[in-house]
């Protein structure tokens, strides 16, 4: 007796099912045994049973039935004495747990019930004495009479190989800040959730415009394994980014089959802040001085037109003199003390206002004649001359005016103020002020001119 | 009655006797089974790829009786007539570790004759990912035949050889990541482990698939890893362009890894690859600023001696 699969080698992957055929085998014919129960058995029984499944099967994976599960032959009915395995593997709970092909063992176990082997049966047709004298003492089956033999069993091997079965699991990411122009590697997790050591490449999908994205290095894992893989960001220099979300869409395959898809995870990036190159800086740092000369040349400039026109005027309560003489007055004669001061006051507002129009037209002449300087060096024409001259005539006037209106001032002052004298004297100290002014200039003025000569002549003095 | 009794035994005894003298030795019938089993050196000979591959090689069972002397020939006509099959049990006792075997049958029912017959079966053949590589692999078969009547029972043992493929597999990490940013006057440098995760010595050979235009990119060309898990590096080096001025580079260097048997570099892998992103920013000097910086340096001393001598 022997007993066959057919086929004897099958292929199944995870979440697959596949059907073997087992039993006995004719020696003759080498197919599957069809046979009736014989005349000198009571009944016979073939039972299967799984013996060893392919890597083990101690979470489950592999789901072996048979159909029918057992099987009874029948007197006077020949039935092919085999049966139908379904094999089913599904994926393991833990990935490290890999099914890997292997052998399928099968039992084959053949029961057999003899009958009243003393006494023929019907289908006996020669002498019933013949039979007894077998029975009894040549072939001595009478002993079997009424037994059962269980121990007759066969072992059936079926080679499954189990397909590589490609999968990973990314693990989740958090989502990732990165500033304008900064560049980073960001580390993914994967799991080989695959049955075999399996290489894994990667691949961004998608258009991330200025912005530069490579794809995760290729690795190698065993099953189970986890291990990090590195995705290179260089996100686009932004000026200014109030906050915007991208989508990197990662896909992994097999580099057994590089054009199918087994994994994809999105990684969420968000860009934020202010970028400022490198030549940005320099730029801002470069305008920043040409405006900090430009400011510094300007109020110098006005500092030298203040300088050239006059003074401002001092308040004349706090002048040591009249401060003095209010001191006294307040002593003295508390009305006649506010009245004068009042006066002064009122004094000092109108020589402000007279200042601050003279300084007005002092920097307006300024600016028109740098004006006029300006556009000179583009436009020479003779009639520039005679605007100039105009605007220096007009200029004059001006200052004419203003010398009228102080003197003006001045009379009304002598008029109207109770203290003639002394409004008369300031007047005189504000014109010999000013004429001291002018003269400290000029003689700083050829004080220079003298130092610049000295050291010409002091060149040549060896 | 007793003389002729004894008379009879003599008789008997002398006839046995001469029985014996007169019939040859070799005419007693010795009748024995014997099997061999043979296979394809073809098929042994191609290295069986592990766990990709099925190898089903097909044995020929080869099954003869032998006999002694005419009686024994005579017997074995006689069984042959008589439409009676041997049975040749095979049995895989024996196997490699890193394999898996089994046959299509293990039972092989043979017609007897009086010459040699034949009958094939199918042992199927199967390798793990840890199959060494042109290592040699071996399945012992026990065959036998048990005694039918006046044919002797057989029992002996074939040991087939088969050799193991190459799987190349290695694994690439960069342990300082993808990305680089450095200045225009510099360079970057990225090591890259590779590991031997295959079944042999394994040599690995870069080549950059591109290289940006205006930057120089040099890799490792190749380099060979020891049998399980050997471990080396590489380097792949950037320089950016260098141009005078301010730069704003950035540039995506891809490497393909191919893997191949170190004892033939014929045998390849699937590639790998490795991708990094290499950012050079920055101005770049003309390199003499230096020496202008000195020569400044010195003008400026020298100017202030002059003057203290004065």
Request: a positive charge; proline letters at 5%; glycine letters at 6%.
């Amino acid at each position: 007796m022997a007993a066959k699969a057919k086929p004897d080698v099958v292929e199944i992957g995870y979440g697959e099912n596949i059907t073997v055929d087992v039993g006995l085998m004719n020696l003759k014919t080498g197919e599957f045994e069809t046979q009736g129960l014989p005349f000198y058995m009571d009944a016979r029984f073939l039972n299967f049973e799984v013996l060893e499944y392919p890597g083990g099967n101690s979470d489950g994976s592999w789901l072996v039935s048979f159909n029918p599960p057992s099987i009874q032959a029948k007197s006077g009915e020949d039935i092919p004495l085999k049966s139908q395995v379904t094999i089913s593997l599904t994926a393991p709970k833990d990935p490290k747990n890999t099914v890997q092909s292997g052998i399928l063992k099968i039992r084959l176990k053949d029961i057999q019930a003899m009958g009243n082997l003393w006494w023929p049966t019907n289908e006996w047709k020669s002498s019933k004495l013949l039979w007894f004298i077998s029975a009894a003492f040549l072939l001595k089956f009478g002993k079997y009479s009424g037994t059962v033999d269980n121990t007759m069993e066969q072992i059936i091997e079926i080679l499954v190989k189990v397909k590589p079965y490609h999968n990973v699991r990314f693990e989740a990411l958090p989502l990732i800040q990165f500033n304008p122009g900064q560049i980073a590697s960001i580390p993914i997790s994967v799991q080989n959730l695959g049955n075999y050591n399996d290489t894994y490449g990667f691949r961004i999908v998608g258009d991330y415009g200025r912005s530069t994205i490579s794809d995760p290095v290729s690795i190698s894992l065993k099953p189970g394994e986890k291990k990090d893989t590195f995705i290179g960001v260089a996100v686009s220099p932004n000026v200014l980014d109030t906050g915007t979300i991208h989508t990197i869409k990662v896909e992994a395959y097999s580099i057994d089959q590089p054009n199918i898809t087994i994994a994809q995870r999105t990684v969420y990036l968000e860009t934020k802040g202010l970028y400022i190159s490198e030549l940005g800086v320099a730029g801002i740092l470069l305008f920043g001085i040409i405006a900090i000369v430009f400011v510094a040349f300007f109020l110098h400039r006005r500092r030298k037109i203040l300088i050239k026109s006059r003074k401002k005027p001092e308040k004349p309560w706090e002048v040591s003199g009249k401060k003095q003489y209010l001191e006294k007055l307040k002593k003295k004669d508390r009305k006649k003390y506010n009245t004068v001061l009042n006066e002064m006051k009122d004094e000092y507002k109108s020589s402000i206002l007279s200042y601050n129009s003279y300084r007005r037209t002092m920097l307006k002449e300024a600016r028109k004649k740098s004006l006029n300087r300006f556009t000179g060096i583009f436009k020479r024409y003779d009639h520039n001359e005679k605007v100039k001259t105009k605007k220096l005539e007009k200029k004059k006037q001006q200052i004419s005016d203003i010398s009228k209106a102080e003197e003006i001032k001045n009379k009304e002052l002598k008029i109207e103020s109770p203290l003639k004298e002394e409004q008369i004297e300031s007047v005189i100290d504000k014109s010999a002020e000013m004429e001291k002014q002018r003269r400290e200039q000029a003689i700083i003025k050829i004080q220079k001119a003298q130092g610049k000569q000295r050291r010409k002549f002091g060149k040549f003095n060896y | 009655m007793a003389k002729l009794i004894k008379s009879a035994i003599i008789i008997f005894i002398l006839l046995v006797s001469l029985f014996t003298v007169s019939v040859p030795v070799n005419a007693i019938p010795t009748l024995n089974s014997n099997v061999d089993v043979v296979w394809g050196e073809k098929d042994t000979v191609k290295p069986v790829v592990p766990r990709d591959e099925i190898r089903k090689l097909n044995l020929t069972v080869k099954y003869k009786v032998d006999w002694g002397g005419d009686f024994a020939y005579g017997a074995l006509v006689s069984y042959c007539k008589g439409d009676v099959n041997a049975l040749i049990k095979l049995k895989i006792t024996d196997y490699s570790p890193w394999c898996t075997a089994n046959l299509g049958s293990s039972v092989v029912p043979t017609h007897l004759t009086t010459g040699l017959a034949q009958s094939s079966v199918f042992l199927n053949l199967q390798l793990r990912d840890d199959a060494p590589a042109y290592g040699e692999g071996y399945v012992k078969i026990h065959a036998s035949v048990p005694a039918m009547g006046l044919i002797g029972g057989f029992e002996k043992e074939f040991t087939l050889d088969f050799i193991a493929g190459y799987l190349p597999r290695i694994d690439v990490n960069l342990p300082e990541g993808t990305t680089k940013r450095i200045g225009p006057m510099d360079s970057a440098v990225f090591p890259i482990e590779i590991s031997n995760m295959g079944n042999a010595r394994t040599t690995v050979f870069f080549k950059i698939e591109e290289i940006p235009k205006g930057w120089t990119v040099a890799v490792t060309d190749e380099i060979t890893l020891g049998e399980s898990e050997g471990k080396l590096t590489a380097y792949l080096t950037a320089i950016p362009p260098k141009g005078f001025g301010y730069h704003y580079d950035k540039k995506t260097i891809m490497v393909k890894l191919t893997p191949a048997r170190a004892e033939d570099l014929t045998n390849l892998g699937e590639p790998l690859y490795v991708t990094v992103i290499v950012e050079s920013r920055g101005f770049s000097t003309p390199g003499f600023e230096s020496i202008l910086f000195i020569g400044a340096l010195l003008a400026v001393v020298l100017i202030i001696k002059l003057k203290k001598k004065k």
